[in-house]
């Protein structure tokens, strides 16, 4: 069986707001990380390429350690201090990004962005330097929370304006706090993406739900232990044990929640 690391970042920062910091990395951590994966012999590779190259030949084409780094957001310190060490080992990657944040976003802008974010150009820069640019919704709400039409207009908007600023086909998404339902992986299949990510805690597997990706959450509290068994694959439903149990419970609660909006014909 096909069992890859997909790794979630968001900021990559020394100094983090009070906003991002749970789920800030340092850069100097990040650089280890990317320096161990380096020194390992893993083979990087974005979402989109991951996901070709295992429905290709049964997974025949893929590398013998395959890993894929994912960032959330877009946040603007992906472009200062995450972009140079990736370069500097040669790693692609894969951003997310939310289009209503974009610093330039102008009358396009939408939700509230947590810290400084990337600009268009900084984006467009990014996508030539061979990173993947992915949707992240418009202004990044519970997608699962949304009637029909709001989530159509996320997913879709989100889309267009990606592939209109940056010049370049976007086939990947990932789901705002990794929250999706069957009615959402179905809009966003009809919104033209064709692979999505969720959270999950997981490693990824040629089993799994290309709509509902499970990857790893890698943040300021992640040590250089826990990452090393992470990609290793060695115990990590013991390592995400807390967060694998809160996100079953979280889902209870949003079927029912959604379920009671519905009833109340609220959507």
């Given amino acids: ?19 991002t910091r749970p789920h800030a990395v340092r850069t100097s951590d990040f650089a280890e990380q990317v320096d161990y994966l380096s020194t390992r012999g893993f083979t990087p590779l974005t979402v989109a390429d991951l996901v070709a190259a295992v429905h290709k030949n049964n997974g025949r084409s893929l590398p013998d350690k395959p890993v894929v780094l994912t960032f959330d957001d877009g946040y603007a310190d992906f472009h200062t201090n995450a972009l140079p060490i990736l ?24 939700g509230r962005p947590l ?21 992240h919704s418009h202004s990044h709400p519970q997608l699962d929370q949304l009637p029909d039409a709001e989530l159509r207009q996320e997913l879709r908007r989100n889309k267009g304006l990606l ?5 370049a086909p976007v086939a990947t998404m990932a789901y705002p706090y990794g929250y999706s339902s069957a009615r959402v992986r179905r809009e966003v299949r009809r919104a033209g993406y064709w692979a ?17 990706i499970p990857r790893l959450t890698v943040g300021r509290q992640t040590s250089m232990s826990m990452f090393r068994r992470a990609v ?18 979280y889902a209870v609660v949003r079927r029912t929640r959604y379920g009671l909006q519905r009833v109340r014909g609220n959507v």
Avoid at 98 to 104: E, F, I, L, P, R
Wanted: glycine residues 8%.
């Fill in 1 to 19: 069986m096909i069992r890859v690391p997909i790794l979630m970042y968001h900021s990559v920062t020394e100094r983090p707001n009070q906003d």
């Fill in 87 to 110: 370069e500097q080992y040669d790693f692609p990657a894969t951003v997310f990004l939310t289009s209503g944040w974009v610093a330039d976003a102008g009358k396009d802008a939408a």
């Fill in 115 to 135: 810290d400084d974010m990337l600009t268009w150009g900084q984006a467009r820069e990014i996508a030539q330097s061979g990173i993947e640019i992915g949707g």
């Fill in 163 to 167: 592939e209109d600023r940056i010049g």
């Fill in 196 to 212: 999505a990510c969720a959270v999950n805690n997981a490693l990824a597997a040629d089993r799994h739900d290309l709509l509902a």
């Fill in 232 to 249: 290793e694959g060695s115990a990590v439903p013991l390592i995400y044990l807390r967060e694998r149990v809160l996100t079953k419970g």
